[in-house]
């Protein structure tokens, strides 16, 4: 190991932003060293790639997967511990340079806390923790100099249109959707969609809980209040457009009316890079974009009417305080009702919204209050009925 290597722990590293970026560091094994990696269940994947990483720690979220793990990763000279709380203790060991935070969900915002308040840099792909606490989180990362450099196709996008433009205003940011696999049906269609078509993404494969944020447009949702922390802007800074082929990942316009927009195929493991690799742009095998293989590059509205979920976030942003811990929690156990055939798609909708009007409202929430909040909404959230 040499001192100039980027020593990174991932957080979540058995699932797609994960492994994708353990694909990354295998091309770049003079760059980077794994130090930590974490699974929530999937003991077999952790337990492989530890074998094949060799890092420093893993942890098993599962404790009662902790002695599978254990036992097979003995005879390495490699930690192993279990539980949530050892999330929070392994991002602050002093050995971590960088903290890959591919948690999905909520439960990616203690362990980002205790990285930021130990002085690490954040590669974010876990966009629920700006969503819930973006405030907190900004103004901690802050006062510990510490750079949170995005993940997320779209933020990766701005971001990199971004270098070289610090000092220069921006005029607005576009965020670009897919759209999803619903693209233009009615409500009337959406009605009976199922599960199986809406893990169906037409351009990405990601983790279940992001796919179906894609399908009702609340990713783009999350995505608006992700970038409006990340890149310090006003609400009427950012918009959104359905752009189908997800070529140009997002774009920005700066105070002469010049845009930049990046573009490339749909492939995470550039953004991983970039994150991981910055202020260096790292060489990569991956497949080139050509501009003959797509001829028509097309954009539209979006329907804000028929998938209300993307209105509902921008009502979140809009109130502020607690309101976008409120949605996130709500969605996420909309989520898992659809996943488990408890609810329809479009009641995700009526249950976000619902949450979101009878939950109290905190308008300067400190970090209790958003525990407090997530834990409410997730009560009145599960008891929910059609
Ligand atoms: N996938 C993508 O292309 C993109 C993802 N993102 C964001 O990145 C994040 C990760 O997404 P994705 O990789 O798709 O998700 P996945 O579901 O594929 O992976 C989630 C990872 O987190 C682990 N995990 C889940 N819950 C817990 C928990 N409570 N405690 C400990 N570990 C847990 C899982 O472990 P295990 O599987 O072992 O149980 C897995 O390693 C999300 O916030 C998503 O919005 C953003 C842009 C693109
Ligand atoms: C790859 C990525 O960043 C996802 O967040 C992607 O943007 C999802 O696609 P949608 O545009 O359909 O939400
Ligand atoms: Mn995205």
Not at 309 to 322: I, P, R, V
Request: some cysteine.
């Amino acid at each position: 190991m040499t001192s100039e290597k980027k020593h990174i722990a991932i957080l979540g590293s058995t699932g797609s932003i994960g492994t994708q970026a353990l694909e990354v560091i295998s091309a770049h094994r003079d760059k980077f060293e794994v130090e930590v990696l974490t699974a929530g269940n999937n003991a077999d994947l952790l337990i492989q790639q530890a074998q094949a990483f060799k890092p420093n720690v893993v942890v098993i979220g599962n404790d009662d997967l902790y002695d599978k793990v254990f036992n097979a990763l003995d005879s390495l000279d490699i930690k192993v511990y279990a539980g949530a709380k050892a999330l929070c203790s392994v991002v602050q060991m002093e050995s971590v340079h960088m903290v890959l935070t591919a948690l999905v969900g909520y439960a990616g915002l203690k362990p980002t806390i205790a990285a930021i308040e130990a002085g690490k840099h954040i590669a974010l792909a876990n966009k629920e923790t700006l969503v819930v606490a973006g405030d907190l989180i900004t103004r901690l990362a802050q006062q510990k100099a510490v750079n949170i450099y995005p993940v997320d196709s779209e933020h990766s996008a701005i971001f990199q249109c971004l270098v070289g433009e610090f000092h220069n205003p921006i005029e607005k940011i576009i965020l670009t959707a897919s759209g999803g696999p619903f693209r233009g049906k009615t409500r009337e269609e959406l009605a009976n969609v199922t599960k199986a078509q809406a893990l169906k993404h037409p351009n990405w494969e990601m983790g279940a809980k992001i796919t179906i944020d894609s399908a009702s447009l609340m990713n783009k949702g999350l995505e608006v209040i992700e970038a409006k922390w990340l890149f310090g802007l006003r609400h009427d800074q950012i918009e959104v457009i359905v752009h189908p082929q997800s070529i140009i990942h997002s774009l920005v316009q700066f105070e002469d009316g010049s845009m930049k927009a990046q573009m490339g195929l749909p492939d995470m493991k550039l953004p991983i890079q970039y994150a991981l690799g910055y202020p260096e742009r790292l060489k990569s095998d991956f497949p080139r974009f050509n501009f003959l293989d797509y001829p028509e590059l097309t954009f539209e509205q979006s329907d804000t009417k028929t998938f209300r979920n993307l209105q509902l976030a921008f009502d979140a942003m809009n109130k502020g305080g607690n309101m976008p811990c409120i949605l996130n929690a709500a969605n996420e156990v909309a989520v898992e009702k659809f996943l488990n055939d408890e609810i329809g798609f479009l009641e995700m909708s009526d249950l976000i919204a619902e949450c979101m009007q009878k939950v109290s409202f905190i308008e300067k929430p400190s970090y209790d209050d958003y525990v407090l909040s997530d834990k409410q909404t997730r009560e009145l959230a599960k008891a929910f009925n059609i």
